[in-house]
């Protein structure tokens, strides 16, 4: 399943956040094993008839007869499966990114393939009755809301003689931040902000044995679970992330993606400013995603 | 991967089939190369085989040995094989694809379901499509090999001793209520060149597409099952009519048969009561040359009877001069040096002895002559399983001679009846009709049980393999009548037809059966598709959520599901669940 043969050259639907495979949007053609079959009985056929041997016509018939099936079954296969959208998570430009998709199935179906055109191949091998969900491989060149290229579905089975597949446009958006690249990144110091509880700059679980005052009780009222808050070292720099002087803007977008990622992990506070946008230091999953997100669309 | 193993040992399980059937093929049979060549590479691709399509690639080949098989081998032995071979290649291609889904015996009921499914187009095409002749001809049986049985050449006076070979020869199978004739002459072979020892056999042309003219008529039919033998022309009672275009009888008497004759060849006659052609064709310049100077007694000999008027008036006085020789039947006649010796010294000898002998006599009196070889007699066999079918051995071979006399045209003579005694004082006609005479009650259990088999391979050969172009011809005017331009549109209604059936058969097939996959089918028609992760009974609340006329029944449904799933139920216990839920099943969908 991994080599399909099957060049897309049917356009798919218009983008959707769902597609059920159906009679419009299902293509079928003979595989080469197919043509190897077609071929095989065109010999016994020939073989029958210089022989007189019934048996010998009627098994060239039989191939005959299972090369008609075979087209229909294949295309059961398909027929009815829902493809729908999943949210896909944000990823780096250039970067193996995981498209999720949700496959709704009313019935038991053989192994067929997905892919995103043009990027790896995943091999279901059954699909059982309700909904499965799938990562399918892709990469982004460019930042920004993308939409990834059309995904193909595709298969063979249960025969190998035909190859039946169907495109779909998802209409849902993956984001995609700059490409990473090290480089000159201009740093600024932010005004400095008095310390104090009301500063806290993230939240994560409450740890046991927590200080009650550390508590987000607000949020908390709000009926989300409990969270404790993250607040800035008075003793760490903050520092506020610029374009360096000189460099293009989209390099210095990557110089930031890259600088961004690699201060979130050491644990660092910082902040960001570029074009009209500015983000006030900070640290956390929330502000490293803003930061980016930012850098990606602006 | 186990689902892997059990699609590569299906495979291989295909690959025994096989064997078992090449082990059967006469290596001097043109078509016999080419099925070993591609046995033996599903063989080796199979052991060798790394991607999905190789894997594939091996299914195909065993279907392309198994149909070059089929053509080779028809019996029934043979037939049973190939359908396990094809059922085998077939859940073997199956296995790749639907890897884990099914086990082995699931695999094999799948490819039955397949191979069911596929029936009915084959046959429509197989009884409806006009079958073509053989595009071109070809000697496909081979020129030589060692098979027992007749031989072109005719040397009896090299024959120290002939020794029975009690193998069967050929079969023939005759509608009920006609009678099998146990004392009739089947003609197989001609030969009419003699150089003063031999009689040889002319091979006649092979005519460009056969006889050209089936026969469809009204004489009873008559199936015959030949074993393959060294000659392309088979046994015959001299008066049937060819069935298929495939047959076809030459000048000299000679019924030729398309098919090898390396393999077991089955084939149609019609009976036919007038005289043949080939009786009343003049003799041609081989069949009145005189035998050469060596045999001085003999020439001086037929010199007497040159004097008598008519062929006729020949023929009898050579007969009366045998009947007054002290002839003797004997199996065991000794070297004899020619047929001077033989006539007038030994006079001692077996068939070929006395036909040669009389053929040349006759040759020499100015009468043409000629040899012919073939069975007399047989025996009757009644099988268990049907009608009673005539056996011919290779014990049974014989020769005779044919002699033309003006007026009547080649009339048969076998002199071997004129001999009066046998070495052991039997009647020599008693001995020529031995293989007539075996007595039932002294048969050993193999050859009852091998009657018993041939008695099923010669129905089978009679409703299955005598189905050929000239039955189908008869099947479709007794069908269409005058109206045959409607076959185009009946093979293709037809065709569609058995599609649409093929493809129902398969989905009744493969539907699942077992309870939880039909009510989760209901669900999704209700617009409950399970989640992941979700049970069934979580479900089937979702769906009373979204249906609340309906949640009674989904909660009955989620019950008996859970009981069927879990509970330790005795076998009238489940029934009883069962029906309880194909009740609440089928309520369900009457209310959508």
């Known amino acids: ?298 | 991967m186990s689902h892997q193993r059990h699609a590569s040992s299906l495979a291989w399980w295909a690959l025994v089939p096989l064997g078992l059937q090449c082990i059967a093929l006469n290596g001097s049979a043109p078509l016999t190369w080419p099925t070993w060549a591609l046995v033996l590479c599903a063989l080796f691709k199979l052991r060798e085989c790394r991607r999905p399509f190789d894997r594939r690639l091996v299914a195909l080949l065993q279907l392309l040995s198994t149909g070059l098989l089929a053509a080779q081998l028809q019996g029934l032995w043979a037939s049973v094989l190939q359908l396990v071979a094809v059922l085998l290649a077939l859940a073997g291609l199956l296995g790749h694809e639907l890897a884990g889904a099914l086990t082995f015996r699931g695999f094999l009921q799948r490819s039955l379901q397949l191979l069911a499914a596929a029936l009915p187009l084959a046959l429509v095409l197989f009884l409806f499509v006009p079958r073509l002749p053989p595009l071109w001809t070809t000697e496909l049986g081979p020129s030589r090999g060692a098979v027992s049985g007749l031989s072109p050449d005719l040397d009896p006076l090299s024959i120290a001793e002939l020794t029975l070979v009690d193998g069967s020869a050929a079969r023939v199978l005759v509608p009920e209520g006609q009678t099998l004739p146990m004392d009739a002459y089947w003609r197989v072979l001609v030969h009419e060149q003699f150089d003063g020892r031999r009689w040889q056999h002319r091979d006649p042309p092979v005519p460009r597409s056969g006889s050209g003219r089936p026969q469809v008529g009204e004489g009873a039919s008559q199936w015959w099952v030949v074993e393959p033998s060294a000659t392309r022309a088979v046994p015959w009672d001299g008066s049937a009519l060819p069935t298929s275009p495939d047959q076809w009888i030459t000048p000299e008497g000679e019924l030729l048969v398309g098919a090898a004759s390396r393999q077991r060849r089955s084939f149609r006659l019609q009976s036919n009561q007038r005289v043949a052609a080939w009786q009343q064709r003049p003799p041609v310049p081989s069949e009145r040359q005189a035998p050469p100077e060596s045999l001085p007694r003999l020439k001086a000999l037929a010199r007497q009877f040159r004097r008598l008027p008519t062929g006729r008036e020949r023929l009898e006085a050579v007969e009366n001069w045998f009947r007054r020789q002290s002839f003797r039947y004997s199996l065991q006649p000794g070297a004899v040096k020619d047929l001077d010796a033989f006539l007038f010294d030994q006079q001692e000898g077996f068939c070929g002895h006395y036909a040669s002998a009389l053929a040349a006599l006759m040759r020499a009196a100015d009468v043409p002559a000629r040899v012919v070889s073939g069975y007399q007699g047989g025996h009757v066999v009644q099988p268990i399983s049907g009608n009673r079918y005539l056996e011919l051995r290779q014990s049974d071979a014989h020769a005779w001679v044919e002699v033309w006399l003006k007026g009547e045209g080649w009339q048969r003579v076998d002199p071997t009846l004129w001999a009066t005694t046998t070495t052991m004082g039997l009647p020599a006609a008693a001995v020529a009709a031995e293989s007539g005479q075996r007595q039932e009650g002294n048969v050993p259990w193999w050859r009852w049980l091998q009657w018993q088999w041939w008695g099923l391979d010669l129905a089978w050969t009679r409703w299955w393999l005598s189905f050929d172009q000239s039955s189908q011809q008869a099947w479709l005017q007794m069908l269409f009548g005058a109206q045959l331009r409607w076959l185009g549109a009946t093979v293709v209604v037809s065709g569609f037809v058995a599609v649409a059936g093929g493809w129902l058969l398969l989905r009744m097939g493969i539907r699942p059966r077992s309870p939880l996959v039909q009510s989760l089918r209901l669900l999704t028609r209700l617009g409950a598709v399970p989640l992941q992760g979700e049970s069934f009974l979580r479900l089937c609340r979702r769906a009373a959520q979204m249906h609340p006329d309906r949640a009674t029944l989904l909660e009955a449904m989620a019950d008996q599901q859970q009981l069927l799933a879990h509970a330790p139920l005795t076998s009238a216990q489940r029934r009883h669940h069962l029906r309880q839920w194909r009740k609440i099943r089928s309520r369900l969908r009457r209310r959508r």
């Open chain 1, 1 to 298: 399943m991994v080599h399909r043969t099957a060049k897309p050259f049917f356009k798919p639907s218009r983008p959707c956040a769902e597609l059920t495979l159906g009679h419009r949007s299902l293509y079928i053609i003979p595989s080469r094993f197919g043509a190897l079959w077609i071929a095989a009985a065109g010999v016994l056929l020939l073989v029958a008839i210089q022989t007189g041997s019934n048996s010998t016509l009627l098994l060239a018939f039989v191939m005959l007869g299972l090369m008609v099936l075979a087209m229909f079954l294949t295309h059961d296969t398909l027929q009815g499966l829902t493809l729908r959208c999943d949210q896909p998570a944000p990823t780096f430009a250039a970067e193996p990114a995981d498209y999720p998709l949700q496959l709704e199935s009313s019935s038991a179906r053989p192994r067929c393939s997905l892919r995103v055109q043009g990027h790896g191949v995943v091999v279901c091998d059954r699909l059982t009755p309700g909904t499965t969900p799938l990562s399918l491989p892709w990469f982004a060149e460019n930042r920004g809301w993308q939409l990834p290229p059309p995904v193909q579905i595709e298969t063979i089975a249960p025969l190998g003689l035909f190859i039946c597949w169907g495109r779909w446009q998802p209409e849902q958006p993956q984001l995609i931040w700059p490409r990473r690249q090290q480089g000159p990144v201009a740093e600024l110091q932010p005004p400095r902000l008095r310390d104090g509880l009301e500063e806290w700059q993230d939240l994560r679980p409450v740890r046991e044995g927590e200080r009650p005052a550390l508590v987000d009780w607000a949020s908390a009222a709000r009926g989300r679970p409990l969270q404790a808050k993250v607040f800035n070292d008075p003793e760490e720099p903050d520092v506020i992330l610029a374009p360096a002087s000189g460099v293009p803007l989209e390099a210095a977008r990557e110089h930031l993606a890259d600088r961004i990622w690699r201060l979130h992990h050491s644990g660092a506070c910082y902040g960001l400013q570029i074009q009209s946008i500015s983000l006030a230091p900070s640290k956390g999953v929330r502000h490293r995603d803003a930061c980016l997100e930012a850098l990606a669309t602006v």
